[in-house]
């Protein structure tokens, strides 16, 4: 009898990671260009919830961030300027 399976979910995934977060955002947010965007699009589609809508606006924070690069692209207001963690720092994914 083999043992059953176990599904992961992303959330299972993302959090065997380890992080060293850098003192220094290696995203910013031009948050008057959010005030005017009709989609809100890195709310919806950011994989770890970096950006929160609140009634004063979008809310970001960088430290669970997963360099995936979403929010750049999907972003209709080029309101992000996006670069990688200076070396060493970020992400070290551990989960393949
Ligand atoms: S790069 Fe990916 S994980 Fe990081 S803030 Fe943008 S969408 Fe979220």
Redo the contacts with the bound molecule.
Sequence with gaps: MSAPERKLRLTDIINVNIWDVDSKPH?VVNYDKCKNCPTKA?VR???????TETENGIL?S?E?????????V?CPMEA?T?TFPKSGKGIFYRFS
């Design positions: 995203i890195c589609l950011c994989p770890t919830g970096c950006y970001f960088y669970g961030c997963v360099e995936c690069g979403t929010c750049r999907v992000i996006w």
